[in-house]
């Protein structure tokens, strides 16, 4: 049985902070110049999850149209799909700078995702339910 241990305000605020480090991540990890394809990846990934986030029904939400359970399964596919990118779009081997981030982010994010309580905290949602005590 998973231990959901992680609340939905949590989770939310690393929603944001791993969407700008996906965005940051090729200059960070400094594989912008030998990858354009990890490049955009990375951006692209790190802007929809940010952009989920923003939809999401839980604390961090602003429009709060998607649920919580489905943001979940959504942050598990996109973990699961930055591990294998690497390999699954051929810049594995452009140095463990380029394929590195996308592992360890994407391993994180499915593992976060698997953690989190699916009930947010929060004091109403657009749908009506009540936060939980």
Known sequence: MLMRVIP?????????????????????FQYSDESSVATWIAVVAGLAMIAMSLMTDYEGGVVRM????????????????LAVSPWLFGFADEGVNAWLPFVVIGLLEAGTAAMTDPEPRHERSPRGRHAHA
Not at 8 to 28: E, F, K, N, Q
Not at 68 to 77: N, S
């Open 66 to 81: 998607i649920a919580m359970r489905m943001h979940l399964v959504t942050d598990a596919a996109l973990g699961v799909f």
């Open 8 to 28: 939905t305000r949590m989770h939310a605020a690393a929603d944001y902070v791993v969407g700008v480090l996906l965005i940051a991540s090729p200059w960070i």
